[in-house]
């Protein structure tokens, strides 16, 4: 009963190297999306999709990629890392935008630039 | 204003006592409302959803004001388990969830 799964859960990467946070999902959820958090600022959307295909900004998208080929999967991908990007990251899926669901989270990405 | 505000905590209280936590929404549009817990360095996880006559499960009752865009969280006869940071989540149709800042609870022995 894997729920939404992340990987990696730590890492540590240079200003400007590029890397993907990986998230997938095996309930069958249509909306998926990304949140960083940080301290004092709650969770921020940053990226969602509301099925295979289609994806849209949220509230800081700002440097930050996603695609979402399958239903199971939505990668978050960082371009060209920078320190402000240091956050948490965690990636939640919830089985419609349309209905009245609940949101499941995976265990979060702890992401350090340098 | 942010769309979703609460209690800017931290609340300190002794095990059995009984906490109240209040979030308000701006969005009038917003049709469904939660709770979420969430323990240090962990993920959020669905503590309950709330209804519009208001629930209870266990310990733990929430209210929504409608009229008031308001939403409360009851902790009675707090545990040292329940110390956490709490979560208030509103969202509408074809809306993204929208969280706010939270609010951390410390239960003392």
């Known amino acids: 009963n894997a729920g939404v799964t992340q990987t990696p859960k730590f890492q540590v990467l240079k200003t400007g190297q590029s890397m993907t946070l990986q998230c997938a999902q095996d309930?069958?959820?249509?909306?998926m999306s990304w949140y960083r958090q940080d301290p004092g600022m709650g969770l921020r959307l940053i990226h969602y999709?509301?099925?295979?295909?289609?994806?849209d900004q949220g509230e800081v998208p700002n440097g930050y990629n996603v695609s979402r080929s399958t239903t199971e999967d939505f990668p978050l991908r960082l371009l060209s890392a920078a320190p402000s990007q240091t956050s948490v990251y965690f990636c939640?899926?919830?089985?419609?935008?349309?209905?009245?669901?609940?949101?499941?989270f995976g265990q979060g990405t702890r992401l350090t630039v340098v | 204003r942010k769309e979703v505000e609460q209690d800017p905590g931290p609340f300190n209280v002794p095990e059995g006592a009984t906490v109240a936590f209040n979030c308000t929404y701006s969005n009038s549009a917003s049709q469904s409302f939660f709770w979420y817990r969430q323990d240090c360095r962990k993920e959020p996880k669905l503590l309950m959803s709330v209804y519009s006559s208001g629930n209870e499960d266990g310990r733990f009752t929430a209210q929504l004001n409608r009229a008031s865009q308001y939403i409360s969280l009851l902790i009675r006869d707090s545990k040292l388990s329940d110390s956490a940071t709490y979560l208030c989540v509103v969202k509408g149709y074809g809306q993204n969830f929208v969280f706010g800042p939270g609010t951390r609870l410390s239960v003392l022995p």
């Open positions: 309930m069958n959820h249509e909306y």
């Open positions: 999709s509301v099925g295979a295909g289609i994806t």
């Open positions: 939640a899926s919830s089985y419609s935008a349309e209905l009245v669901a609940e949101a499941f």
